[in-house]
């Protein structure tokens, strides 16, 4: 059974950074693509970055490129997402995501295992 752990939200202002992290509880993390998603209140859970496994091939939605950063330590079984010059726009809970195999999940349909979420605020 995978567990996926995530950490690093909070509360800031805006223009400041915060370093989301995804430990991946599984023997075989290292087979995995790994995504990060987010839901506001009210609205439907969306894609913002993901990276495939081996090859640490990167995606981003529009709205994040530029600003922040998806990548992965297999090491230490656990993917990063930083975030930098954060907007009220971003304010969200924010979740891991992961699937077995080349497939970077981009879709909330193609997700094999989430991890519970963090909160991430961003005041104006």
């Known amino acids: 059974q995978v567990q996926l752990v995530e950490s690093g939200g909070g509360m800031v202002q805006t223009g400041d950074s915060l370093r989301l992290s995804c430990v991946h509880s599984g023997r075989t993390a290292s087979s995995y693509s790994m995504g990060w998603f987010r839901q506001a209140p009210g609205k439907e859970r969306e894609f913002v970055a993901g990276?495939?496994?081996?090859?640490?091939?990167?995606f981003y939605v529009d709205s994040v490129k530029g600003r922040f950063t998806i990548s992965r330590d297999n090491a230490k079984n656990t993917v990063y997402l930083q975030m930098n010059s954060l907007k009220p726009e971003d304010t969200a809970v924010y979740y891991c995501?992961?699937?077995?195999?080349?497939?970077?999940?981009?879709?909330?349909?193609?997700?094999?295992?989430w991890g519970q979420g963090t909160q991430v605020t961003v005041s104006s």
């Open positions: 995501a992961a699937k077995f195999g080349y497939v970077v999940p981009t879709t909330v349909g193609v997700v094999d295992y």
């Open positions: 990276i495939m496994r081996n090859l640490g091939n990167t």
